[in-house]
């Protein structure tokens, strides 16, 4: 017979308590934990982590059962497709606003759980090479100080398993601070009292890029925007100095294509999720840049070969009989990390093909291979003379 987990849990766990914490009644707990919108998730530590938002709790927060505690999930940033009046409206309350570079890598949350450092993915899920990277990159130092925080930053480089980025200049991995905010409330902390103190524990904040005066702004990100130039830096995150509001995010037209190649290369997987708001993006930017005929026909130019492009190399890649995959690669000093990871990666649905660890120095480098299964039996199909329906 099933084992009952959320019943279990439920006797372990003080729902009481949790409610308090978390400011939900305790009948909506029990209700999420019934539909599974809070679901139990066994390792690398046994934890719930919340599917979706629950009244004021962000999706991917997680409740550690043992020892307890709980790690608040990282807020969205909502998106401004025009810089005028977008950031007028949004920040005025605000006399000027905070500008950082917005890093294209993934979202990582570190905090202190009893003794040792949990890294959290986005979802709210514990990731155990994210946390053997924490233990390295962070150490325990901030939190043995500060163990009521966390620390919210952008894990980027090449040995990324989520998002590798190679432009950088990274070697491995690396760990950017954009956030300090309280684990249980989610309480963020002013942007340079936060910048301050990243620094005086000898850690990276993402690049500050100034702070203007909110009928400004517009102008400065612009300059950012352009100055970025045919580099494939992601964009900025405007924020309230005082974290107040919540920031809001404008990225550029070369990662936007960026994006888009990446995903028709895998476009039944996904294609449609990223196909139509970056269309509309590119759209807005052409107009408030008011541009000229040239500029806008390489705009067209760069849009539609970022789509047709790796397109047409996946279906041509299928009909030689090849697999739609992409392979990414971790790198860590534990073996046990590396089958922690592969038993997170099947907990995550994650179809993915391990390769023989490598031993370069003191660390294994492992090359995993995720297959797109919908990609590849879509193209199949096609190509076998299916009808599309
Ligand atoms: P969401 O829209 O839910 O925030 P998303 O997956 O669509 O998530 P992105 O478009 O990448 O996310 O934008 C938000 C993410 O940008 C944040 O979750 C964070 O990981 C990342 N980020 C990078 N640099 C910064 C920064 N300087 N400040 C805040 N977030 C940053
Ligand atoms: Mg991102």
Known sequence: MRRDVSSEIINKLDIGKVSKLLDIPEYRITGALQRKTLQFVPSPRELLRFDKPLSNVEGGTAIFIEPFDIVRGFPKIPRTLV???????????????????????????????????????????????????????????????????????????????????????????????????????????????????????GLKSVRLFGEYCVDEAHIEVTNIIKGFGS???????????????????YTSSMSNCADLNYAFEFYNDYGRDFFFPRVCREAFQSVEWDEDEESRRKRCQRLGESILLPMIKTIKKRQRGERITETVQIRVREPKTIKEFEEHLRLLGVDAVFEKPELIGDEYLVKIRKIFKSTNDKTDSILRGELWS
């Open 83 to 201: 810089l005028y009046p977008g950031i007028r409206n949004h920040f005025s309350s605000c006399e000027s606003v905070t500008v950082e570079e917005k890093m294209n890598g993934y979202n990582a949350r570190v905090a202190l759980i009893g003794d040792s450092l949990a890294g959290m993915t986005r979802g709210g899920f514990m990731c155990p090479y994210t946390t053997e990277k924490a233990e390295k990159l962070v150490g325990k130092d901030f939190f043995l100080d500060h163990p009521d925080l966390m620390l919210c930053g952008e894990m980027v480089g090449p040995d990324s398993p989520y998002v590798p980025k190679s432009f950088y200049d990274i070697e491995s991995l690396d760990f950017f601070v954009f956030d300090i905010r309280e684990k249980v409330t989610g309480k963020p902390m002013p942007v340079m009292e936060r910048r301050a103190l990243v620094e005086e524990y």
């Open 231 to 249: 580099t494939l830096h992601e964009g900025v995150v405007i924020k309230d100095p005082q974290m107040q509001l919540l920031p809001v995010k």
